[in-house]
């Protein structure tokens, strides 16, 4: 790397340059008011960095990175009660459970960094190896081994690129692909996305409204959020718990936090049943592109009343309501965000690890932890 690049590593968001939002105009998940939620409301396991990038000391970049101790949690997912899930946990908590993340491990997207003019692909490269391994130093310092430093979430075409220069020698692993719904020009109303539904999938419409009859949705004020913050936290919980892989839970006061802090870019959607909520769920306006973001539901409302294909629906019509270009769904139950028109896009992230022996083998063993996903892609559109 060139010297006149250097970067400098922030603890606290109060410190941050005052050019930090300028540069990270485009993406509100490294603005300030989001890196503050992260600061006062991070999961209990994480520790946040903010790092500020350099050429000449004009300040032109920033990123993301997070720590994560996973002997800190309660579980790593709750899916497969049998013997692969003990070994899982023993090989976690001894070779795995320090791991440094270079980005943001609680969202989907290539959100880790930006940059205040084109970059090329070898600094991006360089600049996020240096700050990594600066990283484990200042761990390495209080006596904490990093076991894992993974890069995370990149579109295919940059992974390809940052392949050719300093991540050449990182296994390049993908898990699930990113649910991406792009929104037709000429779906102006909620009646539009319907009509171009073919007639299963329009009945599977009708059908889920019908189940859902009796359910009060609305956006909740941040008022509202406080008065419900067990309540909210106690459905995200059940959700995370039952997920098949956990690295993290959010903090109690995470969603309080994110309305106080972002307003109105941050909605929470409340769904009652006979005056008691029974689920939720959470976007975040980024741009033109509308994030879809955390959960929860009482599990037999949400069989009884189809809750959660719901909740995608009104994601959908939010996003068609008010201009969006695509909706973010994320990882996670793809075949049914694939009936409602999401389509898988394939990341990559990079990682490697400190042990010699187990970084020559981190691909078989990446493999064995993690089985092959076998789903069904659904085509709803006409």
Same mark, same amino acid.
């Given at each position: 790397?060139?010297?006149?690049?250097?970067?400098?590593?922030?603890?606290?968001?109060?410190?941050?340059?005052?050019?930090?939002?300028?540069?990270?105009?485009?993406?509100?998940?490294?603005?300030?008011?989001?890196?503050?939620?992260?600061?006062?409301?991070?999961?209990?396991?994480?520790?946040?960095?903010?790092?500020?990038?350099?050429?000449?000391?004009?300040?032109?970049?920033?990123?993301?990175?997070?720590?994560?101790?996973?002997?800190?949690?309660?579980?790593?997912?709750?899916?497969?009660?049998?013997?692969?899930?003990?070994?899982?946990?023993?090989?976690?908590?001894?070779?795995?459970?320090?791991?440094?993340?270079?980005?943001?491990?609680?969202?989907?997207? /290539?959100?880790?960094? =930006?940059?205040?003019?084109?970059?090329?692909?070898?600094?991006?490269?360089?600049?996020?190896?240096?700050?990594?391994?600066?990283?484990?130093?200042?761990?390495?310092?209080?006596?904490?081994?990093?076991?894992?430093?993974?890069?995370?979430?990149?579109?295919?075409?940059?992974?390809?690129?940052?392949?050719?220069?300093?991540?050449?020698?990182?296994?390049?692993?993908?898990?699930?692909?990113?649910?991406?719904?792009?929104?037709?020009?000429?779906?102006?109303?909620?009646?539009?996305?319907?009509? =171009?539904?073919?007639?299963?999938?329009?009945? /599977?419409?009708?059908?889920?409204?019908?189940?859902?009859?009796?359910?009060?949705?609305?956006?909740?004020?941040?008022?509202?959020?406080?008065?419900?913050?067990?309540?909210?936290?106690?459905?995200?919980?059940?959700?995370?718990?039952? =997920?098949?892989?956990?690295?993290?839970?959010?903090?109690?006061?995470?969603?309080?936090?994110?309305?106080?802090?972002?307003?109105?870019?941050?909605?929470?959607?409340?769904?009652?049943?006979?005056?008691?909520?029974?689920?939720?769920?959470?976007?975040?306006?980024?741009?033109?592109?509308?994030?879809?973001?955390?959960?929860?539901?009482?599990?037999?409302?949400?069989?009884?009343?189809?809750?959660?294909?719901?909740?995608?629906?009104?994601?959908?019509?939010?996003?068609?309501?008010?201009?969006?270009?695509?909706?973010?769904?994320?990882?996670? =139950?793809?075949?049914?965000?694939?009936?409602?028109?999401?389509?898988?896009?394939?990341?990559?992230?990079?990682?490697?690890?400190?042990?010699?022996?187990?970084?020559?083998?981190?691909?078989?063993?990446?493999?064995?932890?993690?089985?092959?996903?076998?789903?069904?892609?659904?085509?709803?559109?006409?």
């Amino acid at each position: 790397m060139h010297y006149n690049y250097s970067f400098k590593i922030y603890t606290t968001v109060s410190n941050l340059p005052d050019s930090w939002n300028q540069i990270a105009t485009e993406n509100k998940f490294l603005q300030t008011a989001y890196l503050r939620v992260l600061e006062e409301s991070a999961p209990s396991n994480m520790e946040c960095f903010y790092i500020g990038i350099f050429k000449d000391h004009k300040h032109i970049g920033v990123a993301l990175a997070q720590y994560l101790n996973l002997n800190k949690l309660e579980s790593f997912g709750e899916r497969d009660k049998c013997f692969k899930t003990a070994i899982r946990n023993f090989v976690f908590k001894n070779f795995a459970s320090h791991v440094l993340f270079m980005g943001n491990n609680m969202i989907t997207g /290539q959100n880790g960094y =930006a940059f205040s003019k084109e970059m090329n692909f070898e600094t991006i490269s360089k600049i996020n190896l240096n700050c990594a391994i600066e990283l484990t130093n200042y761990f390495k310092k209080q006596s904490i081994k990093i076991h894992i430093v993974s890069f995370k979430d990149f579109y295919k075409e940059c992974a390809v690129e940052l392949k050719k220069f300093s991540f050449n020698p990182f296994y390049e692993f993908r898990t699930q692909p990113n649910m991406i719904l792009k929104l037709q020009n000429d779906w102006k109303t909620n009646e539009d996305y319907i009509g =171009a539904l073919t007639k299963k999938y329009r009945d /599977q419409f009708k059908r889920s409204q019908k189940k859902c009859e009796g359910i009060e949705i609305r956006e909740l004020d941040l008022e509202e959020i406080e008065k419900l913050e067990s309540r909210i936290y106690e459905l995200y919980h059940f959700v995370a718990k039952h =997920a098949p892989f956990n690295t993290f839970f959010l903090a109690k006061n995470h969603f309080t936090t994110f309305k106080r802090q972002l307003k109105e870019q941050f909605v929470v959607v409340g769904y009652f049943l006979d005056e008691k909520l029974v689920g939720f769920h959470t976007l975040l306006l980024n741009g033109n592109v509308l994030e879809t973001y955390f959960l929860g539901y009482d599990e037999q409302v949400q069989k009884e009343k189809m809750l959660y294909l719901n909740m995608l629906y009104n994601m959908t019509f939010y996003a068609i309501q008010n201009q969006f270009k695509k909706i973010i769904f994320g990882r996670t =139950a793809l075949e049914i965000k694939s009936s409602i028109g999401a389509k898988p896009i394939t990341m990559s992230g990079f990682l490697y690890h400190k042990n010699k022996w187990i970084n020559k083998n981190i691909d078989k063993i990446f493999k064995n932890l993690e089985p092959e996903l076998v789903w069904q892609q659904r085509h709803p559109f006409k």
